[in-house]
T-cell receptor
């Protein structure tokens, strides 16, 4: 079956530090890959996505590249801010067994805390 | 405004109560999902509806009963829950493969 493994947190960084959150996956076929972010008291929001190998997703200074050869989708940001403090989820999606919907597998989430 | 609205935001219920969670989306999506989020666990997919038909039921106990009366609304009916059912219940919707899920802000359920 499909699975997503991401680094455990919490990750604590100082403001303006470089961020990497590792994510690797196992899947059959050609999944789409996503990073979602969850702020306290809210649901998950899409941060970025990539739908095929070598695609780079980017948003709000965050980037991740779909690496098929290493089955990875690591999240990076060059300079984090206090407002980036949240839980980050790596996820992959494939077609559902009966089609017409996405079968999404999530990692366990990595909590990021950025201190001033 | 997330496009997916869940009510109530918080719910406390006893083990013998019956309650329902509601989810509404106005994004024109054709699939809707219920997820359970518990501390230190991956999100657990509970149910999926595609075009108002249930297409996935991930070994969820029968004390959870979903209902999808139309493509915009999804309910989760709860009865005789256990304390371990306390969690954040998230609703999501999506369009076709490759498009992201859109989540609501969830219902924080506490079973006493």
């Amino acid at each position: 079956g499909n699975s997503v493994t991401q680094m455990e947190g919490p990750v604590t960084l100082s403001e303006e530090a470089f961020l990497t959150i590792n994510c690797t996956y196992t899947a059959t076929g050609y999944p789409s890959l996503f990073w979602y972010v969850q702020y306290p008291g809210e649901g998950l929001q899409l941060l970025l996505k990539a739908t095929k190998a070598d695609d780079k997703g980017s948003n709000k200074g965050f980037e991740a590249t779909y690496r098929k050869e290493t089955t990875s989708f690591h999240l990076e940001k060059g300079s984090v801010q206090v407002s980036d403090s949240a839980v980050y989820f790596c996820a992959l999606s494939t077609w559902g067994d009966s089609g017409g919907y996405q079968k999404v597998t999530f990692g366990t989430g990595t909590k990021l805390q950025v201190i001033p | 405004e997330t496009g997916v609205t869940q009510t109530p935001r918080h719910l406390v219920m006893g083990m013998t109560n019956k309650k329902s969670l509601k989810c509404e989306q106005h994004l024109g999506h054709n699939a809707m999902y219920w997820y359970k989020q518990s501390a230190k666990k991956p999100l657990e997919l509970m149910f999926v509806y595609s075009l108002e038909e249930r297409v996935e039921n991930n070994s969820v106990p029968s004390r959870f009963s979903p209902e999808c009366p139309n493509s915009s609304h999804l309910f989760l009916h709860l009865h005789t829950l256990q304390p371990e059912d306390s969690a954040l219940y998230l609703c999501a919707s999506s369009q076709v493969h490759g498009s992201p899920l859109h989540f609501g802000n969830g219902t924080r359920l506490t079973v006493t």
